[in-house]
């Protein structure tokens, strides 16, 4: 038990710290989301209410790209050095060690995008209350993003140029994601009751956190036979 | 008798044998098929009456009910021999999995398009994104193509196999959870009728075909899977003397 508990601290702070070491891995995510989010007036036109109409669809799908976009690399520099052959052979259970893993991916991707989002929230005339349950939908649906894209990437390490077929795997499974989430936040933003879609959220998030790590070993053990 | 059963399964799973024994069983699987749905075809437009309220618009369900009915069947046999072969390594279930896949997405297209063809004339659009059943038919169809590009991307036969296998079984907890948070959306679409309660809300003359071209349809599928699961397991055994003999001798296995 305790070996498995530093194994898991160690592999997360592994991973911490290789991406404080390439920070423009953290960062492009972040100038995606930004790109993405930027797009939108400037197809859509300046007009203040169509923004605040199409707000929330936009930053969360925005949001769910960007996390897409960062997935490819969760174990693809691992599988190539070779370092993911050998937390296959270590002692500790792998959906714990994938966990690790996973949770590092969220801390440098999801979380800020997290914290970012307010800023493009704010742009697209939100008002408070609305961005705050944007936050809290996005805590809660990159957590699953995570967890459900960690599976696919590890479907589709071995595979060259898996990035597209990445996308088609991951995007059909985050789409209920996609739904609650920012219809939660269109929900708050026209002052209706949106408690049922953060109940859903964290229900979601749970469940992936009990049962994903499980099928991302599964599939990390069939990628490197 | 359980031993006997046991045997039964076990041969079933030897491909030389399961390929003998799907030839036997494989016309009665299409046969009673063809007919059925050829009969409830006919009864549906020609004999059942109007609808009072869509005229004869309604006759599309003929096609529409069972090939719904059908994408999510051709899923869960999917999953379900994706998850045999996954557990218990049997070969032939992964080659069921495959050979579904093609399948159940056919099905998904089909009910999607009889699906839009209803609607023009129903709800005056070709596509209503507030239908939730029209819009997780459609997932349900990115599902079956993602499914099917992870497949055709691993060249190695039994990687593929088990890395398809595994997605297989995380579309198929995701499958309810689509469906529900899609019903989520305000629903256009018909309420259900078949499975009312109080017994269908639905005349007799029109419920008899629908129900011989969904048995008739389902028939059909089973033919079709063995069809193509005859194929699959001579494509995988290509190299086995048992399918050299077959391809030399002809017929004769």
């Known amino acids: 038990m305790p070996g498995m508990i530093a194994a898991f601290v160690a592999t997360t702070q592994r991973e911490l710290l290789l991406s404080l070491r390439r920070p423009g891995d953290m960062l ?26 199409i707000g929330p669809g936009v930053t969360w799908v925005a949001a769910l790209l960007a996390m897409l976009l960062s997935l490819n690399s ?63 939908t996005l805590l809660l649906g990159t957590i699953s993003l995570s967890l459900l894209g960690a599976i696919g990437a590890a479907l589709t390490v071995g595979i060259h140029r898996g990035t597209a ?10 789409m209920p994601l996609l739904i609650f989430g920012a219809r939660t936040v269109a929900l708050a933003a026209n002052n209706e009751v949106y408690s049922a879609g953060i ?8 469940g992936a956190l009990t049962l994903a790590p499980f099928a991302t070993a599964a599939a990390l053990r069939i990628s490197n036979e | 008798m359980w031993n006997t059963i046991w045997t039964f399964f076990h041969k079933l799973a030897s491909p030389p044998h399961f390929y003998r024994i799907s030839a036997i069983l494989l016309p009665w699987l299409a046969v009673p098929g063809y007919l059925l749905v050829a009969w409830g075809t006919y009864n549906g437009l020609f004999t059942a009456p109007e609808d009072y309220q869509q005229k004869d618009a309604f006759r599309i369900i003929y096609v529409h009910v069972p090939s719904a009915y059908l994408s999510m069947m051709a899923y869960m046999v999917m999953a379900i021999s994706a998850g045999i072969g996954l557990i218990w ?40 994104w507030g239908d939730p059943r029209l819009t997780s038919e459609l997932i349900l169809l990115f599902l ?47 309420g259900q009728t078949l499975l009312a309660e109080g017994g269908p809300a639905i005349d007799t003359a029109m419920l008899w075909p629908l129900l011989a071209n969904i048995f008739g349809f389902s028939l059909i599928f089973g033919s079709m899977l063995l069809r193509r699961l005859r194929t699959e397991v001579l494509f995988r055994e290509r190299r086995k003397r048992w399918v050299k003999e077959l391809a030399l001798g002809g017929q004769q296995s």
């Open chain 1, 199 to 206: 109940y859903f959220l964290a229900a979601y998030a749970v």
């Open chain 2, 144 to 190: 079956y193509f993602g499914y099917m590009a992870l497949r055709s991307s691993i060249g190695d036969t039994a990687k593929a196999d088990k890395a398809s296998a595994v997605l297989a079984l995380v579309g198929a907890i995701n499958v309810p959870i689509i469906h529900y948070s899609v019903e989520w959306w305000t629903s256009l679409h018909q």
């Open chain 1, 28 to 53: 492009n995510p972040l100038v995606f989301f930004l790109m993405v989010s930027t797009l939108f007036p400037l197809a859509v036109g300046p007009d203040n209410e169509t923004l605040k109409e």
């Open chain 2, 89 to 128: 390594r049997m070969k032939l279930a992964h080659a069921v999995a495959a050979a579904a896949a093609p399948i159940g997405a056919a099905f998904t297209f089909l009910a999607l398009a009889t699906g839009s063809i209803w609607g023009r004339p129903m709800w005056g659009t070709w596509w209503e």
């Open chain 1, 165 to 174: 077929l990445l996308s088609l795997l991951v995007l059909p499974l985050s």
């Open chain 1, 74 to 136: 969760l174990f693809m520099s691992d599988y190539e050095d070779g370092s993911l052959e050998q937390l296959l052979l270590s002692a500790q259970p792998l959906p714990v060690l994938g966990l690790g893993k996973t949770l590092a991916h969220w801390l440098v991707t999801g979380l800020p995008l997290v914290i970012v989002a307010p800023i493009v929230a704010v742009t697209y005339r939100l008002p408070n209350e609305v961005i705050f349950v944007m936050m809290l």
